[in-house]
C-alpha cells in the first residue's frame, strides 16, 4: 500500500529552507514590511530569524502562509 504524495507546499520543508527561499525572491526589506518584525527590519539574519520564529507561533504562521502563496502563485 503506498500513500498519494503529500500536496501541502510546507510537506518536507525546513523552516529554514523556507526562510532562506523567501530571502532569495522577496528580500528583508519586503518580509520586513509582510511581517513587521525587528528580525526582518533591523540587522536580518536567517540565525536571528530562526530562533524568533521558532519561539513566536503568529509570526511563523505568517510566514508560512507567505510562502503557501509565493508556491501557489498567489
Not at 14 to 20: A, V
Not at 22 to 37: A, H, M, N, T
Not at 45 to 70: C, D, G, N, Q, Y
Request: glycine share 6%; net charge positive.
Amino acid at each position: 500500500m503506498s500513500s498519494a504524495p503529500s500536496h501541502d507546499p510546507l510537506h518536507g520543508v525546513t523552516l529554514e529552507q523556507l526562510l532562506t527561499a523567501l530571502v532569495d525572491e522577496f528580500g528583508w526589506e519586503e518580509l520586513g514590511r509582510r511581517v513587521p518584525v525587528r528580525c526582518f527590519q533591523f540587522d536580518p539574519s536567517i540565525k536571528s530569524s530562526l530562533t524568533f520564529l521558532r519561539k513566536t507561533p503568529w509570526a511563523r504562521a505568517k510566514v508560512e502562509e507567505i510562502f503557501v502563496r509565493w508556491k501557489r502563485g498567489e
